[in-house]
């Protein structure tokens, strides 16, 4: 039998499980939205603006290890998705991205709302397609997906011209896909492995540096039992936080610019670095040059061009982390690393990382340990960029995999929102918390609208500084105080709240946070907290950029002035 | 560390925008090409190119990892080191009149190089070889003075055993 355009893209969707598409209409999509009520199984989510759409896709992908998928028109509806798929694409998420194209008489023509979506998504998207016919659809999508969620995981855009669409051709959904560029490393090589067991075996000072890899293959049994039965202090990055229980003695926390210094420091002194599922991005480095100086690096990534790229490393592993720790785990011996460990424990003492100040005003740091408590560390944490973002990844302990949802690689202000909209309905049945700044809340505020529309229960607790305030915390400790642009004036969000037809409720001191946070636990569908936080309060520790991992600076105010030299300057982006 | 110049030969499939693709790759990582130059292969739906790369052994890795992440892109190698076949092909249009008209032929000559256009004022000589080989002919002709030229990116590919070289064309080392 044959089907419209349309129709075999929507029953590749089913085919590939498909529950939910976050998008936003137009002009050449509209014959996929006229025939969407044929396929009740494909649950539409209306955004207010199409970053939110991909954002939301990401924020799914994440919380389900499901593929996202986003949908919007030609033109300005496909631009609107870029920078959530180039975040999509730098954090490794695997959304699926669908846009109309104006009809194809009319391409190259700059006809009406006709842009080269897939041009100018190139090096922001695994792979793309412009589908020249309805008869090659059906493996397009089965392509589309497959890339999106194997290997390492990214974005992968489908462009479809409104008359294939509209276009009859025979559906016949592909069994097998066969890509004869694409054959992802799995398995390690087992000499690479036996040599890294051998690496491990011999160590003296090894630290396991974890990242999002591990969270992709789902590889938390195999981390922990490395970890375990080597007894080696685990270390993670930014989308590495909650692979590992937080609550686990063996567990060190996050490294790099504001990560623990005690973690630095671990990681600066190691012997061996086991690198798994990460790829040495400047954040987690410092300074390239002096990274981990004594060290030999055991690098374990699906992407064999993660490997050498950043740093030189003595044994490469190209496969999933999950596969290869199997294997490796097999040849690990046990062993008591008592003295080291009990190094690396001193200098937690000796530099604990995570005190926050006493203080009678309300600080952030304390507002998400109550987040923290009230929870029970069971919430899954989206947070906006900035401060809030480092606070939120510093200050929950994160017990259960998968529960940090951040964007790191691009570092969107906005993502907070949409994402956490798509990891609620990813997961319906645990609490999603937003931590979001008051400079990235207003970036896509809009999709407030959408969760109450769809009564999606995210939980938003703004840390409302009145700043955007990392970068002012840049300028203060790297521009003497010039705080330019950065103050910020706010809507009142309580009424922001209200308009939108949600609960919300102002914090202003300390007292009251604990029974704001009830409240809003104890609401049925989405709430919204205005916390407004301690101004001008700084990350710590930070390690100032282009310095070395232990060079940070740990405790408020302290050596800040010694830093503030122009000749200084930070070479690197915020 | 020494830069050098390297040789990478892709196989590719042979779908709109491949070239696009490799290109933006180049671009936006930073790498320096000196040529690439693609057409079809023996093989059905794949085309091979040939790129040259200028840089660090190290660099030249993470351009080769680079590349062969490319969906497209079915087989990569870095043949630099090894025994290959490298040609490229130049138009020279040379200035030239009666009285240096016969010295250029003769130098062509010597280079196997082709006439394949002569005007009152000009011969176009036609050169395939290796960059050394263009190049010097390029300079001894420039002493007559340059009109014009034109030159395609390399194309190289392994050698062959001798004995299945031989049996299939008939011919040695090229
Ligand atoms: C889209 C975008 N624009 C600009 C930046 C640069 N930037 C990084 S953090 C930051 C401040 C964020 O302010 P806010 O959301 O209020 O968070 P805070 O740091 O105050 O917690 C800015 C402007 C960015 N990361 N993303
Ligand atoms: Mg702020």
């Known amino acids: ?574 | 560390m020494a830069t050098a110049k390297h040789t990478l030969v892709a196989l590719v499939e042979d779908k709109p925008g491949v070239l696009n693709r490799m290109a933006s790759l180049f671009r936006r990582r930073g790498f320096n090409i000196e040529s690439i130059a693609v057409g079809h292969s023996e093989l059905p739906h794949l085309s091979r190119m040939t790129i040259v790369v200028n840089g660090t052994t190290a660099m030249v890795e993470q351009v080769r990892k680079q590349v062969d992440k490319l969906v497209d892109v079915v087989k990569v190698s870095d043949i630099t080191g090894s025994d290959k076949v490298a040609r490229e092909l130049a138009l020279i249009k040379v200035k030239a009149n009666s009285a240096t008209r016969t010295e250029i032929i003769e130098i062509a000559d010597i280079f196997r190089a082709n006439i394949v256009d002569v005007a009152s004022d000009s011969v176009t000589v036609e050169v395939t070889g290796d960059e050394d080989k263009i190049n010097s002919l390029y300079n001894l002709l420039s002493g007559f003075g340059i009109k014009e030229m034109a030159k395609t990116g390399r194309i190289a590919m392994t050698r062959g055993s001798l004995v299945r070289s031989r049996s299939r064309h008939g011919r040695g080392k090229g």
Not at chain 1, 309 to 333: A, Q, R
Request: proline fraction near 6%; hydrophobic fraction near 40%; glycine fraction near 10%.
């Open chain 1, 1 to 574: 039998m044959k089907r419209t355009g349309a129709q075999i893209l929507c029953e590749s969707l089913v085919k590939e499980g498909v529950e939910v598409i976050f998008g936003f209409p137009g002009g050449a999509v509209l014959s996929l939205y006229d025939t969407l009520p044929q396929y009740p199984q494909l649950r539409h989510i209306l955004v207010r603006h199409e970053q939110g759409a991909a954002h939301a896709a990401d924020g799914y992908a994440r919380a389900t290890g499901k593929v996202g998928v986003c949908m919007a028109t030609s033109g300005p509806g496909a631009t609107n998705l870029v920078t959530g798929i180039a975040n999509a694409y730098l954090d490794s998420s695997s959304v699926v991205a669908i846009t109309g194209q104006v009809a194809r008489p009319f391409i190259g023509k700059d006809a009406f709302q006709e842009v080269d979506i897939t041009g100018i998504t190139l090096p922001i998207t695994k792979y793309n397609y412009l589908v020249r016919d309805a008869a090659s659809l059906a493996k397009v999508v089965r392509e589309a997906f497959c890339l999106s969620r194997t290997g390492r995981p990214g974005p992968v855009l489908i462009d479809i011209p409104r008359d294939v669409q509209m276009e009859q051709a025979e559906f016949n959904y592909p069994r097998k896909v066969e890509i004869p560029g694409y054959k992802p490393t799995l398995e390690g090589h087992p000499a690479q492995i036996k040599k890294a067991a051998r690496l491990i075996n011999e160590a003296q000072h090894p630290v396991i540096l974890a990242g999002r890899g591990v969270i992709i293959s789902g590889a938390y049994a195999e981390l922990k039992y490395l970890a375990e039965a080597a007894q080696i202090p685990v270390l993670t990055t930014l989308l590495g936080v909650s692979c590992f229980p937080e609550g686990h003695p063996l567990s060190y926390g996050m490294v790099g610019m504001h990560g623990m210094a005690y973690a630095n420091i671990a990681l600066h002194n190691a012997g061996l670095v086991i690198a798994i599922g990460m790829r040495f991005d400047d954040r987690v480095t410092g300074r390239i040059d002096s990274f981990a100086p004594q060290a030999r690096i055991i690098h374990i990534d699906i992407d064999p061009a993660e490997i050498g790229k950043n740093v030189s490393v003595d044994v490469p592993i190209v496969g999933d982390v999950k596969l290869v720790l199997k294997k490796l785990n097999k040849l690990i011996i046990s062993t008591e690393r008592t003295e080291w460990i009990g190094q690396v424990e001193d200098w937690r003492k000796e530099h604990p990382s995570l005190e926050i100040r006493d203080s009678a005003s309300l600080l952030p740091q304390y507002v998400i340990s109550k987040i923290y408590e009230a929870t029970k560390g069971e919430a899954t944490i989206v947070t906006g960029v900035g401060q809030n973002q480092m606070w939120a990844a510093q200050h929950y302990c994160y017990d259960k995999p998968n529960t940090l949802i951040s964007s790191g690689g691009l570092g969107t202000m906005g993502f907070g929102l949409p994402a956490a909209m798509g990891a609620k309905v990813g997961r319906p049945d645990s609490p999603v918390w937003l931590i979001d700044g008051d400079g990235s809340f207003q970036m896509t505020i809009q999709e407030l609208a959408t969760i109450v529309q769809d009564n999606i229960a995210v939980k938003i607790a703004i840390l409302n500084n009145g700043f955007l305030g990392m970068v002012r915390q840049w300028q203060e400790l790297f521009y003497q105080k010039r705080y330019v642009a950065t103050p910020i004036s706010c809507p009142d969000f309580v009424k922001i709240a209200e308009g939108y037809c949600l609960p919300g409720l102002r914090v202003k001191h300390r007292g009251e946070v604990v029974p704001a946070i009830k409240q809003a636990v104890e609401h049925e569908g989405p709430f919204l907290i205005d916390f407004m936080v301690e101004p001008e309060e700084n990350v710590y520790p930070m390690v100032p950029p282009g310095a070395t991992l232990v060079e940070a600076i740990e405790a408020p105010k302290k050596k800040v002035e010694a830093i503030s030299d122009s000749a200084k300057l930070p070479v690197s982006n915020i």
